[in-house]
Structures are given as C-alpha cells and as structure tokens.
C-alpha cells in the first residue's frame, strides 16, 4: 500500500485516488528511474542506453513490463553534471486484480515517448564523490492500457510528467571506473534504489528496485536492468 500511495501523492499534490476500488496510474511510474548517464561526466558526452522493466502493478496479481531506450546528451564538469535527451517506450500491463470485472483483465499494450533531464552537484572527494540530484520530465502514453484507464471512467490525460529527488554516492576506482549508489523519492518508482557503474569513456551498466504491489502488500523489489553506450 506505501508504494501505491507515494505513487499517487509523492510531488504531483493534484493526484488524488478516488474510490476504494483499485487505481490504475501511467505505466511508466511503475518502475525505477533510469541511469542513462553516469554521474559525473568529463566536458561533453552522448550514450545510447536502453533497459527492461518487469515491475508488479500498482495492483496485487498484476504485472506491467516494458522496454525503454533513450538518447542522452550530458555535459559535466569537477563538480556538477547535466544531462538530457529523448526516449520512447513499449510495454504491456496485465490487469489481473481481482476487483476489476472479468472483461477488463488481460494484458493491455501501451507505447510512448518522452524526454527527460538529470542534473546533479557533487563534493568530490578523491575516492569517492557525495552529492544530489534531480531527475525529471514529460512523456505522453497512448494504446489498450490508456484506453483501459479512460474506460474505467477516471479523468486522465495520456500526459505523463515525472519529477524525483535523489541523494548519492559514487565510488572512484580511477578516473573512468565509477560505481555509484543513490536511493531517491519521487516519480516514477515512488521510493526507489539504483547501482550503477560506469567506465565514463564507454559506458555502463545499471539495477534498479522500486515500490511495487503484491498481492501481500506493497514489496520493494528489483524492477530493472539497463546498458548504455558512450556513442560519441
């Protein structure tokens, strides 16, 4: 219930769940924000990154998995980064909480596009780099799953904005080799960790766990796993 809750209230004051049925919310919350860059960047970078979803729902008994590849551009000094690009996204949810009625249960497709923007500072520190961040953006959702929503009678628009606020830690193994830690509250994921590491010359990997229903309750779990590629 925490993760449902944070979902709906957590920075975006003008969402309110109405009812006591189950609340169905963009796709793309459901799930930890991406590193698509890492966090400290030498003068000007772009990577390409993409990664997969599976995530448990905003319900107990469904499940929402999606594929995400982004374009980020990212410029960054000793002690500040910024970064920003576009995305799109496809997926497909599947409504099977047992308070929807047996017509609405099944997987619904969705698909989407967005940008997004991640800016940090940092104190660094030699070995490792303390700082915070903020990562944010606007995408729209359309297809089955945003129909489904509309058909439940709940006033929606397929605009979806998203804005969280994260504390960090990056480990310096060298110059280039960096692993970074930072757990955050916000959209999407509601209260989330990432692990990331990066060689900032190439590229990186990513994990991700997010807030997510089951139906034992709300559960932190692992949700995501991304790559991304230094391109130029």
Same mark, same amino acid.
């Given at each position: ?9 957590? $920075? ?16 793309? !919350? ?29 319900? @107990? ?14 410029? @960054? ?14 997926? &497909? ?5 047992? @308070? ?29 780099? $303390?700082? &915070? ?45 960096? $692993?970074?830690?930072?757990?955050? $509250? ?19 990997? !990513?994990? @991700? !766990? ?23």
């Amino acid at each position: 219930m925490a993760g449902k809750i944070l979902k709906t209230t957590v $920075l975006f004051s003008f969402i309110f769940m109405v009812g006591c049925g189950p609340t169905y919310l963009p796709a793309l !919350w459901d799930s930890a924000p991406p590193m698509s860059a890492p966090t400290e960047v030498k003068k000007e970078a772009t990577f390409l990154s993409a990664y997969f979803n599976g995530a448990g729902g905003f319900n @107990g008994g469904d499940e929402n998995k999606f594929f995400r590849a982004n374009l980020v551009r990212a410029i @960054g000094g000793s002690w500040y980064k910024l970064s920003g690009g576009g995305f799109a996204y496809f997926g &497909i949810y599947d409504v099977q909480n047992s @308070g929807e009625l047996e017509q609405n249960r099944g997987q619904k497709p969705y698909f989407g596009i967005g940008a997004d923007i991640d800016a940090n500072i940092f104190l660094p520190l030699h070995f490792f780099n $303390l700082g &915070i961040g903020t990562y944010g953006g606007i995408a729209g959702e359309f297809g089955d799953y945003t129909s489904f929503r509309k058909n439940r009678g709940e006033e929606i628009t397929p605009i979806v904005p998203f804005v969280s606020l994260y504390p960090f830690l990056q480990f310096n193994f060298s110059k280039s080799d960096k $692993l970074t830690v930072r757990a955050g $509250l916000g959209l999407p994921g509601g209260y989330f960790v990432n692990i990331g590491y990066y060689n900032i010359g190439y590229g990186g990997f !990513w994990i @991700g !766990w997010s807030a997510t229903e089951r139906e034992t309750g709300s559960k932190f779990d692992f949700t995501s796993i991304g790559l991304s590629i230094k391109v130029k």
